[in-house]
């Protein structure tokens, strides 16, 4: 049974699709001579050159598409689980959304009749058309747009470009899908060669906020008033962090205040190997809570295993001192050495500093200099209880005095991972300034825009492509993406 006579008149033959694009290629010839005598500017040349080609790309692939037939195997055809299906009687269109702008691809189907499930297309097989209606080559185009700036922008520079239409939703939907292969293709991923790795490997974490849109609610919002320093929109905590690997690094206390103070960073150091920053945020999936900082630190200590299954590299956690982190430190890494980010003591060693002295004054850097020089070579109760005696002694304010509280807390805290002349003799990272780029790269530089709000799943998404595209993997995770999806689809039907 073929396909009606009525919509024979609706498919495009091979012969008319090529026509159509000898016509197209001759009409740009006569355009370029028309400019050429013209004396048009290039720039409108090349505009006006580029939206013919994307005409006649459009009927090339038509032509291509039409040369592939309608997919009719006959009145029966086997399915993947091995029975016989029938033809159907009516011809079932199919959108496929291009580089060169839409098709309509028909196609012979099979299954047990109309109206019911679709078994087999064995054109879509031929194909390889993706399980949706957008191009594999768009879906690549327009995520790497949306990896850097927001999806109505990516929307626009589509248009602009491909003359496109494609939502907001669409390109968000979009992220969503393609985000499903990523855990999938981090766990895939082969072991970085032994040669290539450094003798120190290394894991860091952080929490970085993400603005979050406002639940749905029925009924008028109730009034709240925001306490001081509190925002209007709320943050949901992403945990972030990276593995690498690293040559050591020897170092004396001189060195590190040259490079935080004096900004006279040393031009010899070593660089991370084969780092990898993740991030994730609490969520359900199937129904289930999956815990941010528990979600990333089991997929460290995988990979950190397979990256040190001999047992032959020191293994450092290097944080800031968020008594959850060090917790999951403890769990997941328990013969790790446990270091406090060299950074955020600095952070508390300056607040401190301002209650004695004028921000950018001489008298509050030397202030920080004589304390963090005490604290790079080991004396951190002699830190600790100059503070203290400062507390107990002197008139202060209320707000020094918890600043200053705050300090001695968070130094006694964390002494047990402040042992920073012994780290700095061994070579050991003492500063976390992979994970606050990653911090910086993965959350802040797309999901802290101007004005955006996430769902959950939304910047979920957005979080595990956004590190496999900082990862150098985007290519490869793409291919993985497509083969993945191919094979489910149709490898069954080849086999």
Known sequence: MGLPPGDLAMIITPELAALKARDQFDELQEFVRQAARGSQRIDTVERE??????????????????????????????????????????????RYVSIFGELTIARV??????????????????????????????????????????????????????????????????????????????????????????????????????????????????????????????????????????????RKAEDILDEVLRDERAGDRPEPQHKHVWAEMTRLVGGEAVQAKEALFARWESEAAARNSGHDRPVICLMDGE???????????????????????????????????????????????????????????????????????????????????????????????????????????IGSGVAEGACRHLVKDRLEQTGMRWTVEGAQAMLHIRALYLNDQWEEFLEYRVEQEQTRLYRSVAA
Request: proline share 6%; hydrophobic share 35%.
């Open 49 to 94: 050159l580029f939206r013919r080609l994307l005409h006649l790309g459009h009927s090339l692939l038509s032509a291509f598409v039409a040369q592939q037939g309608d997919g009719d195997l006959g009145p029966e055809a086997e399915t993947p689980d091995g029975h016989v299906a029938r033809r159907l009687p009516e011809r079932h269109d199919r």
């Open 109 to 250: 189907a099979y299954g047990s009749r109309e109206g019911q499930r679709i078994e087999r297309v064995p054109l879509d097989e031929r194909l390889g058309l993706p399980e949706g209606d957008f191009a594999y080559v768009l879906e690549d185009w327009t995520q790497r747009l949306c990896l850097k700036g927001s999806f109505a922008e990516a929307g626009r520079s589509l248009e602009v470009l491909l003359g496109l239409k494609l939502g907001t939703r669409t390109l968000e939907h979009m992220s969503r899908e393609i985000a499903a292969y990523a855990p999938a293709f981090q766990d895939a991923l082969p072991l970085p060669p032994p040669e290539e790795e450094g003798p120190l490997l290394v894991v860091t974490a952080d929490g970085k906020g993400v603005p979050m849109r406002r639940p749905p609610q029925d009924g008028p919002r109730p009034h709240h008033r925001r306490t001081k320093g509190e925002k209007a929109n709320k943050k949901q905590m992403a945990c972030v962090g990276a593995v690498y690997t690293i040559e050591p690094f020897v």
């Open 323 to 429: 008594r959850a982190l060090w917790d999951m430190q403890r769990g997941h890494f328990a013969e790790a050495v446990g270091i406090l980010d060299l950074f955020h003591v600095l952070e508390r060693l300056w607040a401190v500093a301002h209650c004695f002295h004028k921000e950018g004054s001489d008298g509050a850097k030397r202030y920080v200099e004589e304390r963090l020089r005490d604290l790079l070579q080991g004396r951190v109760g002699y830190v600790i209880a100059g503070l203290r005696r400062r507390l107990n002694g002197g008139k202060l304010s209320g707000p020094k005095r918890k600043v200053i509280k705050s300090a001695v807390e968070y130094l006694a805290n964390n002494r047990g991972h402040m042992r920073y002349d012994e780290y700095l003799a061994a070579g050991y990272p």
